[in-house]
């Protein structure tokens, strides 16, 4: 078994010092898709559930952001909840949980984000009540290091 301190500056330059899945590239067109009636998860979206995926977005700014989350589109947004709750999000936002993060606001950033961890797909009542479909469980580095 590798050091921790060995396994941790791997991880951090770069390398990949376990069998961690390398993470699947996941672009936001390829969440959903329209059909007449609705707008329902692509095969790609459900093929990945589980699995460690990529994606490229940007924060959304949030009026009253979730503790230890936030939500990541394909453009930036800013949603006034008041009435509609997370209406003004596109159907194709991602929830991402940051688990270090647990019981604070995730500090917001106008900056484009690359975001790896876990997928997960299907409806959810969250902590704070919203509801959520799809998710990804951000990676930890103590979560990489211990598959070593």
Same mark, same amino acid.
């Given at each position: 078994?590798?050091? @921790?301190?060995?396994?941790?500056? $791997? %991880?951090?330059?770069?390398?990949? @010092?376990?069998? /961690?899945?390398?993470? $699947?590239?996941?672009? &936001?067109?390829?969440? /959903?898709?329209?059909?007449? !009636?609705?707008?329902?998860?692509? #095969?790609?979206?459900?093929?990945?559930?589980?699995? =460690?995926?990529?994606?490229?977005?940007?924060?959304?700014?949030?009026?009253?952001?979730?503790?230890?989350? &936030?939500?990541?589109? #394909?453009?930036? /947004? %800013?949603? +006034?909840?008041?009435?509609?709750? !997370?209406? +003004?999000?596109?159907?194709?936002? $991602? &929830?991402? $949980?940051? =688990?270090?993060?647990?019981?604070?606001?995730?500090? &917001?950033? @106008?900056? @484009?984000?690359? %975001?790896?961890?876990?997928?997960? /797909?299907?409806? =959810?009542?969250?902590? +704070?009540?919203?509801? !959520?479909?799809? =998710?990804?469980?951000?990676?930890?580095?103590? +979560?990489?290091?211990?598959?070593?």
């Amino acid at each position: 078994m590798s050091s @921790p301190i060995l396994v941790a500056l $791997v %991880v951090l330059l770069g390398a990949n @010092p376990s069998p /961690v899945a390398e993470p $699947v590239p996941l672009a &936001f067109t390829e969440l /959903v898709r329209p059909t007449s !009636t609705a707008l329902v998860p692509t #095969q790609k979206l459900l093929s990945l559930k589980g699995k =460690r995926v990529r994606l490229t977005g940007f924060m959304a700014k949030m009026e009253y952001p979730s503790k230890g989350a &936030f939500w990541l589109t #394909q453009s930036p /947004v %800013v949603c +006034d909840e008041a009435g509609a709750g !997370t209406g +003004d999000l596109p159907p194709n936002a $991602v &929830f991402v $949980v940051v =688990r270090s993060l647990a019981a604070e606001n995730v500090p &917001f950033t @106008p900056r @484009p984000l690359e %975001v790896t961890g876990v997928l997960d /797909v299907g409806y =959810r009542a969250e902590p +704070d009540g919203r509801a !959520t479909h799809i =998710r990804l469980i951000l990676d930890r580095l103590e +979560d990489l290091s211990s598959k070593s």
